[in-house]
């Protein structure tokens, strides 16, 4: 008689990797601190409100300095703007956000005394624009005050309309600012790639991450105060 012949087992074959699996990994910086193209971080922003990964400190740099160095298409930008208003930022987020802008701003020279910075973006429909008003008090002290703001809409009126008709014009070049003196500095001065950003909000009606992040950049090189 033959021997018995027991049923050789079949390797198993390898497990499918699970949802968590393929998409549970953030993106990575390579090592030799190239970056990855925007449309990978936009993957991982853009999954919706309960689907969306946060991104570190360093990614968020990354992806804010692509976009500001001006290397994305317009609709990448799009993607990025409404990505975030549907998931929200993380302080990590716009700490790297905001970590991109320092290191692109052309900033103002510090003046002898503190600089106070007062952003203003808003502008108003119908009540006063009391910003110039708030500038002109401080530098009645001496002090040296930086305006800095863009319009983003053409219904209401700004901060940079109500200080030229009071005979202070919008700077056109980074200068420094004397003590007891108002100067205006647009945005796009300030830095270009910011206000290309800030002007998705025209497009689309919507703000973006642009406008917190103008409120709490610096754009003074030296002793200044927000």
């Not at 503190?114 to 001496?142: C, D, F, M, Q, W």
């Not at 930086?146 to 070049?173: C, F, K, N």
Request: proline share 8%; with cysteine; net charge positive.
């Amino acid at each position: 008689t033959r021997p018995a012949r027991w049923p050789v087992p079949k390797a198993a074959a390898p497990e499918a990797p699970t949802r968590q699996a393929r998409h549970g990994q953030r993106p990575r910086i390579n090592a030799d601190n190239q970056h990855m193209g925007i449309a990978q971080y936009i993957k991982e922003i853009g999954r919706g409100k309960d689907g969306a990964r946060t991104l570190d400190r360093a990614q968020a740099a990354d992806l804010f300095g692509q976009i500001l160095d001006g290397g994305v298409t317009d609709l990448e930008i799009g993607a990025f703007c409404v990505a975030m208003r549907i998931k929200g930022e993380t302080a990590q987020e716009m700490a790297g956000f905001l970590d991109a802008t320092q290191q692109r701003l052309h900033a103002v020279p510090g003046a002898a005394r503190p600089t106070l910075v007062i952003p203003s973006y808003n502008g108003a429909r119908k009540l006063p624009v009391l910003t110039p008003l708030l500038a002109l008090l401080l530098a009645r002290e001496g002090l040296p005050v930086l305006v800095h703001g863009t319009a983003t809409e053409t219904s209401r009126v700004y901060t940079s309309q109500v200080l030229l008709a009071l005979d202070i014009p919008t700077q056109t070049a980074i200068e420094s600012i004397a003590p007891g003196s108002v100067a205006f500095v647009p945005t796009a001065l300030l830095c270009n790639g910011l206000q290309r950003l800030l002007d998705v909000r025209r497009v689309v009606g919507l703000r973006n991450s642009a406008h917190s992040l103008v409120k709490l950049m610096n754009p003074v090189r030296g002793p200044s105060l927000l």
